[in-house]
T-cell receptor
Framework: AQSVSQHNHHVILSEAASLELGCNYS??????LFWYVQYPGQHLQLLLK??????LVKGIKGFEAEFIKSKFSFNLRKPSVQWSDTAEYFC????????????FGSGTRLQVQP | DAGVIQSPRHEVTEMGQEVTLRCKPI?????LFWYRQTMMRGLELLIY????????DSGMPEDRFSAKMPNASFSTLKIQPSEPRDSAVYFC????????????FGSGTRLTVV
């Protein structure tokens, strides 16, 4: 069964600091990868996604993620965070096994201090 | 596009009562997913439908939970009888083609069972 690990449960940064959130998955075949963001009290919104091609994916709000197949990783990055980036971030995977549901990681809570 | 619409936004009920959560997916989407979010367990897939047919209900906790999708524009998740441990945020999501291309989430229903 596919699984997703997010090792950072809670990250605290100051504004303008750089961000990198880790995500590892456990499926050896072809995967589709996603990062979602959940602002306080809101629903999950798609930040970016990877299907194939260039392993460096750019999303909304200045976020990007890099797919490293050899490391089974899909880490999320942002060069300079803002207070408004305070939210919970979820990595998700869909393995091309025929099962059409996403498996989510446990999430990383990011707190950006002004 | 109104997005995925869930109702109610908040529900407070007494233990033992029946609870019905509702979801209207995005028009044209052929997949619908129900997730439950708790602090302890994160985002758990409960069940998903394809073209109104339940495909995988292995995540449904027990017989007290049931879900239906009578047509392409409506789904319900019912808990009968409800218990305090069912307290969570329940999200509905829909997609075209399944999780392979990501989902659009609804705003969720925050259920509190007292």
């Amino acid at each position: 069964a596919q699984s997703v690990s997010q090792h950072n449960h809670h990250v605290i940064l100051s504004e303008a600091a750089s961000l990198e959130l880790g995500c590892n998955y456990s499926y050896g075949g072809t995967v589709n990868l996603f990062w979602y963001v959940q602002y306080p009290g809101q629903h999950l919104q798609l930040l970016l996604k990877y299907f194939s091609g260039d392993p460096l994916v750019k999303g909304i709000k200045g976020f990007e993620a890099e797919f490293i197949k050899s490391k089974f990783s899909f880490n999320l990055r942002k060069p300079s965070v803002q207070w408004s980036d305070t939210a919970e971030y979820f990595c998700a995977v869909n393995a091309n096994t025929g099962r059409r549901a996403l498996t989510f990681g446990s999430g990383t809570r990011l707190q950006v201090q002004p | 596009d109104a997005g995925v619409i869930q109702s109610p936004r908040h529900e407070v009920t007494e233990m033992g009562q029946e609870v019905t959560l509702r979801c209207k997916p995005i028009s044209g989407h052929d997949y619908l997913f129900w997730y439950r979010q708790t602090m302890m367990r994160g985002l758990e897939l409960l069940i998903y439908f394809n073209n109104n047919v339940p495909i995988d209900d292995s995540g449904m906790p027990e017989d007290r939970f049931s879900a239906k999708m009578p047509n392409a524009s409506f789904s319900t998740l019912k808990i009968q009888p409800s218990e305090p441990r069912d307290s969570a945020v329940y999200f509905c999501a829909s997609s075209s083609g399944g999780g392979m291309r990501g989902y659009t989430f609804g705003s969720g229903t925050r259920l509190t069972v007292v």
